[in-house]
């Protein structure tokens, strides 16, 4: 990821008033003047104090700190979000960079940059209000509540609602927001009714987490992962979070009778995307899992490499991330297991409109 910063100097306001004040500041000597001579040396000096004021001013953009949370610093790397976890699904902490081996398509990768930091991500929250989700409506909003509690503070969320249609809960003028109450707010703003649309709203809410400013970025989905309204298909929904930029994490609510329920869509997006799928047997169960995802996502380690591959081909490309830790043998990690490399735009033949 690169990050773009403005190139404008707030000097230029600064001294714009400045510089006005010692022209007029010239013009009043000059009247006073008696010697050509003088006045031409005074006029001089006016000139070169900008300058001279200029070079005692340090450039924002030269003094001011990178942003602590920029990870990625080129568009060919690939940044894995990663869990480690022993053989009792116990959270391993304090590894570091040579304790971790990434491969791609089975060719070993060199760690550009490793964190294990409790950085601010991206968040979405893509949230079923379909008729079937009436009754646990209730458990699904304080579950997501307790999710952005439970988040690191600067955050930036946003909340995707959808039944046979697709809605962000914010405000057109919010994209995104750290405040409780704007979430809830934002979870509470439609009835639960009609069909389920849950690719349409995947792809909507993929394309706006991109939009936000954090390395790491993550959808937690609540649904019954069934689809009976999208103009969007899974393969579709696949592709999109092929990309190596998104993980989710899916929380499948639906009653036995439930003929529209689809377990294996949510375990699928989670396990490709390096998320975990829930399946709660109690809508209780529902809140303290959101609590458990906001403390995965708060540490994990954050792994970044340059593949070895430059093909820009759009082809797959299979990941797998190991670790293991001394006294406790190889580690179990979740991370993401592949990405579609970036494809360069065809060539336009000769004579053709772009």
């Known amino acids: 990821m690169t990050e773009l910063r403005s190139s404008a100097s707030p000097l230029q306001s600064e001294f714009r008033p400045q510089a006005v004040q010692w022209v007029v500041m010239g013009a009043r000597i000059m009247v006073k003047c008696a010697s050509t ?3 031409l040396v005074v006029l001089l000096v006016l000139i070169a104090l900008p300058t001279l004021a200029r070079t005692q001013v340090s450039s924002p953009s030269q003094s001011s700190e990178d942003d602590p949370y920029i990870i990625s610093v080129s568009v060919n790397m690939v940044v ?3 869990t480690a976890e022993d053989h009792k699904h116990i959270p391993v902490s304090g590894l570091g960079k040579d304790d971790f081996q990434v491969y791609e398509d089975g060719v070993l990768q060199q760690i550009k940059q490793f964190s294990h930091e409790d950085i601010p991500v991206t968040a979405g ?3 079923d209000n379909s008729g079937s989700m009436g009754p646990k409506r209730a458990d699904v909003i304080a579950a997501a509540l307790a999710f952005a509690r439970s988040s690191n503070p600067k955050d930036q969320m946003f909340v995707v609602n959808f039944n046979e249609k697709v809605s962000f809960g914010l405000p057109a003028t919010i ?3 750290d405040q409780v109450a704007q979430l809830e707010a934002a979870l509470s703003r439609i009835r639960t009714k009609g069909e389920t649309a849950l690719y349409d709203a995947l792809a909507v809410a993929l394309a ?3 939009k936000g400013t954090r390395d790491k970025k993550v959808l937690i989905v609540i649904s019954d992962g069934g689809d009976n309204a999208s103009q969007h298909k899974l393969a579709d929904i696949m592709a999109l979070a092929g990309q190596p930029d998104a993980t989710i994490y899916t929380i499948g609510i639906f009653d036995d009778q439930d003929a529209d329920r689809n377990p294996g869509v949510l375990k699928r997006l989670a396990k490709d995307t390096g998320g975990e799928a829930f399946l709660p047997e109690s809508l209780k169960d529902v809140a303290p899992i959101c609590e458990r995802i906001a403390h995965d996502i708060r540490n ?4 970044a490499y340059i593949s070895t591959n430059k093909k820009r081909d759009g082809t797959y490309r299979v990941i797998q991330v190991k670790a293991s830790a001394p006294g406790r043998g190889e580690l179990l990690v979740r991370a993401r297991t592949g990405y579609f490399a970036p494809l360069n735009p065809q060539p336009i033949a000769s004579g053709e409109r772009p």
């Open 80 to 82: 894995l979000s990663a």
């Open 125 to 127: 929250l893509v949230i």
């Open 175 to 177: 994209p995104f927001t």
């Open 208 to 210: 706006h987490l991109r």
């Open 37 to 39: 001579l003088w006045c």
């Open 300 to 303: 994990q380690y954050t792994i």
